[in-house]
């Protein structure tokens, strides 16, 4: 496996990731400005499938927020996503910061679950975040 800052030839694949993992997609000039950030945008590149996960995240002063984690429904659980974590949560401490922040869709069980077990606690909730409607999990964890 493969954990790797993505570039702008990466673009097209990322928002090809994105819109498999995402209701409501960024589009790929969003993606293409994360990967101008200060920080990079992770991914884990697979030599045969090429890019199967994604971590878009920001620093911001004290701590650490995530974006997107998107992993390929073809490739759900095999770890590609929790490796991405504890690349984040190794960074965040390397970088002295307080806390990871998120929000996750509600319905979104299996996320809700990784995040729990990474050690992630619900701090509030986002009524009718989404543009279906849904509401928005905030979580956080300290570093």
Request: charged share 15%.
């Amino acid at each position: 496996m493969n954990i790797r800052a993505a570039t702008l030839a990466d673009v097209a694949a990322l928002h090809e990731l994105e819109k498999q993992c995402n209701p409501a997609p960024w589009s790929a000039t969003q993606l293409a400005n994360t990967v101008y950030a200060p920080q990079p945008v992770w991914v884990i590149d697979l030599p045969v499938h090429g890019i199967v996960s994604m971590l878009v995240w920001q620093k911001l002063p004290e701590e650490a927020e995530i974006h997107l984690l998107d992993t390929h429904p073809d490739f759900r659980r095999q770890g590609y996503a929790q490796q991405l974590l504890e690349h984040l949560f190794q960074h965040a401490k390397q970088q002295h910061l307080n806390r990871i922040l998120l929000e996750v869709r509600a319905g979104n069980s299996g996320a809700l679950q990784l995040y729990t077990n990474n050690g992630f606690v619900s701090c509030g909730i986002r009524k009718n975040y989404y543009q279906n409607g849904d509401d928005a999990v905030l979580m956080e964890k300290p570093c």
